[in-house]
């Protein structure tokens, strides 16, 4: 049977995975489309957020065009003027990575007949952006002359770079250096280098990003793992066939049996790997999800009340600045291992990202977590550091009910962690819900 429909089917797949090839190769892109009728927030920046800025920035729909006019005047030293077109609003933002090919259609007209236009896409990350903070987006640009320029403007997603003057402002560290385009929030369009004083005007008609809906690569993986499905249906139909036979080989039974509990055990090891932080040996995001997940299934009873921590490590910047990654990171595989040894069985530890760490108490309301809190700021603060450091930390509390969203609890915490750094840090706050009738939430 399997003999006689096998060259059938192997030509039709064969068929089939050149077809796929060629679609790949010609079609199968994704396009987004900006433009006057699209609607996303826009709003205008100009140099009068800077000392002596006096150019005044102002954008309106024309047609099917938006219309950036700029009067450019002596004052601060760099005059310009930029609109913003606001894709997702901070924390959220479009996964552009996938993206290889920007089309600009954009006009310029001016003192100068040729000047030059700066393109720009912000990328929000936790790990150096803030909500309230526009400039904290990671900025990567594009400077061109659209009167040197063919319309449209065509160039790969290659040609960005973050921009200098940014990276010099947030001194990041080296693996948040490069460009970044997985959770875009904004793309902005404004003047150049060197504005001259007078009117300026930049009209944008369309703004494209295009790539391909499924890599090349990925494609191919794709067509690659198909086949190995394939395969192995074929092999696993065979296998049935010959059933058996197998049973009269018991050593060939044992074998594979040995061989299914390896491939068992190692995959367990693999998830188990995938859901630890490698250097601090807590959870990590997907960990904690994961345990949540878990907690979840047996019922709301078994987790809320549930207090959320946020620890962030004070002046850690200072410590990798001036002690050295290496020593940075003993501090936080250090406070991993303290805060483990203070906290209950059912707690969670995870760590959030850079120096914080989000601890999560079941059955526990705020002002229990508050005592559990202020004994793990006092440890740090008493503990023996590497390098003869004095390490402290600032704790933000939440308390999160049954049926509210856990991002909310999250965002308190995070709100009450930011309250304890402007308090001056080495604190507790405890984010408090309003009381009925009341409008406000409380930070104490």
């Not at 010609?26 to 009728?37: I, N, T, Y």
């Not at 552009?96 to 236009?117: A, C, H, I, K, N």
């Not at 061109?144 to 940014?166: I, N, Y």
Request: proline share 4%; net charge neutral.
């Amino acid at each position: 049977m399997l003999q006689r429909y096998r060259n059938p089917v192997l030509l039709a797949l064969l068929a089939a995975t050149l077809l796929a090839l060629v679609w790949n190769e010609f079609g199968m892109r994704s396009v987004l489309v900006v433009d006057a009728d699209s609607n996303y927030p826009l709003s205008t920046f100009d140099d009068r957020r800077e000392a002596n800025g006096k150019s005044v920035a102002s954008l309106r729909r024309e047609g099917h065009e938006l219309v950036l006019d700029c009067m450019a005047n002596a004052g601060y030293e760099y005059p310009y003027c930029e609109m913003a077109i606001q894709l997702k609003a901070p924390p959220a933002g479009l996964d552009l990575s996938g993206y290889d090919t920007v089309r600009l259609w954009v006009r310029y007209e001016g003192p100068q007949t040729q000047q030059q236009v700066r393109f720009y896409v912000r990328n929000f990350d936790p790990a150096y952006s803030r909500i309230a903070d526009e400039m904290s987006l990671k900025t990567h640009e594009v400077v061109f002359d659209p009167a040197r320029s063919a319309t449209p403007l065509e160039f790969g997603m290659s040609k960005f770079s973050v921009a200098s003057w940014w990276i010099s402002e947030r001194n990041l560290p080296i693996e948040h250096a490069g460009v970044d385009f997985s959770h875009v929030s904004a793309i902005e369009v404004g003047t150049g280098n060197n504005v001259p004083v007078g009117r300026h005007r930049i009209s944008v008609e369309r703004i494209e990003f295009s790539g391909k809906l499924i890599s090349k690569a990925s494609f191919r993986l794709f067509v690659l793992a198909a086949w190995m499905v394939g395969i192995f249906g074929f092999v696993m139909a065979a296998g049935l066939a010959t059933r058996r036979q197998l049973r009269e080989s018991k050593r060939s039974q044992l074998s594979l049996q040995r061989i299914n509990l390896a491939l068992r055990l190692r995959t367990q090891d693999y998830a188990q790997r995938a859901a630890i932080d490698p250097l601090t040996g807590v959870l990590n995001r997907q960990g904690l999800g994961d345990k949540l997940h878990q907690l979840s299934k047996e019922g709301d009873q078994h987790l809320f009340p549930l207090s959320l921590v946020f620890i962030d490590i004070d002046y850690f910047k200072r410590i990798n600045d001036q002690h050295g990654h290496a020593v940075g990171d003993s501090v936080l595989k250090e406070l991993a291992t303290l805060t483990a040894s203070q906290i209950q069985r059912d707690d969670l530890l995870a760590r959030w990202g850079g120096e914080e760490f989000l601890l999560l108490c079941p059955l526990t309301r705020s002002h229990d977590a508050r005592i559990i809190a202020e004994r793990l700021r006092a440890a740090i603060a008493a503990n023996r550091w590497p390098a003869g450091l004095r390490v402290t930390s600032s704790f933000g509390i939440a308390e999160s009910m049954a049926g509210e969203d856990l991002s909310e609890g999250i965002r308190r915490a995070d709100e009450a962690m930011y309250q304890a750094k402007r308090n001056g840090r080495d604190r507790v706050e405890v984010h408090m819900l309003p009381a009925a009738g009341k409008a406000e939430e409380m930070v104490v």
